[in-house]
């Protein structure tokens, strides 16, 4: 089974703090993307990657940064957090060339106080 | 511009009875379309899709969608519901624009199935 994994279920961080979130897959997939989920509005999409050192804006990429030095493992990084950034956030997977079919971490449910 | 709507905030169903929880898409060319499921606090998980063929998808967990061309809809049926089939559920669709493949969500629709 695919296996996606989010370094923290929940945080909770002060205005102004550089804040990480970390994703690590185990399936060799070159495709990765970050979410955030909000309700009435779905899931909209951060960032992407499509290979190592790769990354591409989503449709709502202001105020975040991400990084993928490794091809197992992308991040997204929000440099100075503020409050509407509180929200879950999701990472996903998935193959190259496959019929787009993303395979989803638990998320990380993060508040900016 | 592709997008997906799914027009039902929630939808209740009682045990046993069938379900259908309501997608439309507008895109320009093929759709390729999918639906996901998300329990209480977990990832989204897939459900089916439809690339081509049968018009009748069939899934996980005894989910099925119908794909109508003429009316832009994929439905997402069950013929009898399960209080374990309360969740929250998206509808997507495929985006090539800027040319990546990247997949555009509805708003999601919460399915409430009542014992």
């Known amino acids: 089974d695919v296996k996606v994994t989010q370094s923290s279920r929940y945080l909770v961080k002060r205005t102004g703090e550089k804040v990480f979130l970390e994703c690590v897959q185990d399936m060799d997939h070159e495709n990765m993307f970050w979410y955030r989920q909000d309700p009435g509005l779905g899931l909209r999409l951060i960032y992407f990657?499509?290979?190592?050192?790769?990354?591409e804006k989503g449709d709502i990429p202001e105020g975040y940064s991400v990084s993928r030095e490794k091809k197992e493992r992308f991040s997204l990084i929000l440099e100075s957090a503020s409050t509407n950034q509180t929200s879950m956030y999701l990472c996903?997977?998935?193959?190259?060339?496959?019929?787009?079919?993303?395979?989803f971490g638990p998320g990380t449910r993060l508040t900016v106080t | 511009a592709q997008s997906v709507a799914q027009p039902e905030d929630q939808v209740n169903v009682a045990e046993g009875n069938p379900l259908t929880v309501k997608c439309t898409y507008s895109v320009s060319g093929n759709p390729y379309l999918f639906w996901y499921v998300q329990y209480p606090n977990r990832g989204l998980q897939f459900l089916l899709k439809y690339i081509t063929g049968d018009n009748l998808v069939k899934g996980s967990y005894g989910f099925e969608a119908e794909f109508n061309k003429s009316q832009t809809s994929f439905h997402l049926k069950k013929p009898s519901a399960l209080v374990s089939d309360s969740a929250l559920y998206f509808c997507a669709v495929r985006d090539i624009s800027g040319g990546y493949n990247k997949l555009i969500f509805g708003a999601g629709t919460r399915l409430a199935v009542h014992p």
């Open positions: 990657s499509y290979d190592v050192k790769m990354k």
């Open positions: 996903a997977s998935s193959l190259y060339g496959s019929s787009y079919e993303q395979y």
